[in-house]
């Protein structure tokens, strides 16, 4: 187990090494790409963990088994606006663990390689796909029947995180992804 982070409710303390090493992973960390400082914890999936979710109006309905690969806070400009969120909580899972029930959802690609998933009925955020995860689907934490079951791990963005907005937590912040951005200090210390 490397020194780091293992989510919000077992947090260990890092020293600002620790906290500022030169980072390598990506937000969505694949099975390949797994690195850096910050610990995603264990993976595994128990087939009977199934976490379930909707959109605001049901018709489309989601689930996923196991625990997701990662959660993560954006702050980016984009995920609000698509959103109406100030942040974006998503979890990070292997596609072929996450199955959609009733009716299809639309994509909205918002840019290049990036394709959000939406209820054409309501409107509802689902999901988010980026080309650099082919392998991974991101749902939304607030599409879920039980979002306190995802615990954010990271913030990401956290440039463009709104001034107002004052988290007091001691997770990673990142200025755009974790595999290409650089560390900030976290918010307890700003
Ligand atoms: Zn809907
Ligand atoms: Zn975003």
């Not at 954006?74 to 109406?84: F, M, Q, V």
């Not at 100030?86 to 663990?97: C, H, L, Q, S």
Request: proline fraction near 8%.
């Amino acid at each position: 187990m490397r020194a780091g982070y293992s989510g919000i409710g077992r947090q260990r303390p890092a020293s600002f090494a620790q906290r500022h090493a030169p980072v390598e992973l990506h937000i969505a960390p694949t099975r390949r790409s797994m690195s850096g400082p910050v610990d995603f914890g264990q993976r595994g999936m128990a087939m009977t963990d199934v976490r379930r979710g909707r959109c605001l109006c049901g018709a489309v309905r989601f689930s996923a088994q196991g625990k997701p690969d990662w959660v993560g806070i954006c702050h980016c400009e984009s995920c609000r606006r698509a959103t109406g969120g100030i942040v974006t909580a998503v979890a990070g899972y292997p596609r072929e663990r996450v199955q959609f029930e009733g009716e299809q959802h639309r994509i909205y690609e918002s840019s290049p390689g990036v394709r959000r998933g939406f209820c054409a009925r309501c409107g509802s955020s689902l999901t988010y796909e980026g080309a650099r995860w082919p392998d991974d689907v991101h749902v939304l934490v607030a599409a879920f029947d039980r979002p306190e079951d995802f615990p954010p791990q990271v913030h990401v963005f956290a440039t463009e995180c709104v001034s107002w907005l004052k988290l007091r937590d001691n997770l990673p912040r990142f200025r755009t992804f974790p595999s290409e951005g650089t560390l900030l200090p976290p918010m307890s210390e700003v």
